[in-house]
């Protein structure tokens, strides 16, 4: 404890609003790649959350979640269907502008979402993870990302574990 008594041990902001983002993906029920989003406000405040999913209406238990047997039926394909996590957060967006906000992901946007973030005015995107940073789509968005001015870093993780039981 500090001089003041208060405790030392609290997460920082970019834990804490990674964890949300690490929280939301709980909720997609994608059996191969969870993703969720959070933005924030410059001021630390959380404006949105998303998560890869399928749009309103559209059923889980009718849509496609695989690939299987794409070749025959290319309809049958999840990548037609899911809205993903970082344009769910701005269309769950309610406020005004999302100008000058940051973003944390749990992974590296592709081209299409990073279309969005840009034309939403978001400034600043803190990232998880990038497995598909080898890939066309993810190479466009940094393309993108670099020429709209938008600031983007990896998440370093603290190694620290937290437990909350629900």
């Not at 804490?16 to 410059?42: H, N, W």
């Not at 992974?107 to 497995?131: H, S, W």
């Not at 190479?139 to 603290?158: E, I, N, T």
Request: charged letters at 25%; aromatic letters at 12%.
């Amino acid at each position: 404890m500090g001089e003041s008594g208060k405790r030392e041990d609290y997460i920082s902001w970019d834990e804490y609003f990674m964890g949300v983002a690490e929280l939301s993906a709980r909720r997609s029920k994608d059996p191969s790649t969870q993703v969720g989003a959070c933005i924030v406000s410059e001021d630390n405040k959380i404006l949105s959350m998303g998560y890869n999913g399928f749009p309103k209406g559209c059923s889980d238990d009718v849509f496609p979640w695989t690939k299987i047997r794409v070749e025959e039926d290319p309809y049958n394909a999840k990548y037609f269907y899911t809205t993903h996590a970082e344009l769910n957060a701005i269309l769950n967006y309610r406020g005004g502008s999302l100008e000058g906000s940051k973003i944390f992901v749990t992974l590296f946007p592709c081209n299409e979402c990073a279309k969005a973030l840009i034309q939403a005015g978001v400034k600043t995107m803190i990232y998880r993870e990038d497995k598909y940073a080898d890939t066309a789509a993810v190479r466009a968005s940094k393309r993108m990302l670099d020429a709209a001015g938008v600031r983007y870093y990896q998440y370093l993780p603290s190694g620290r574990t937290l437990t909350i039981t629900l």
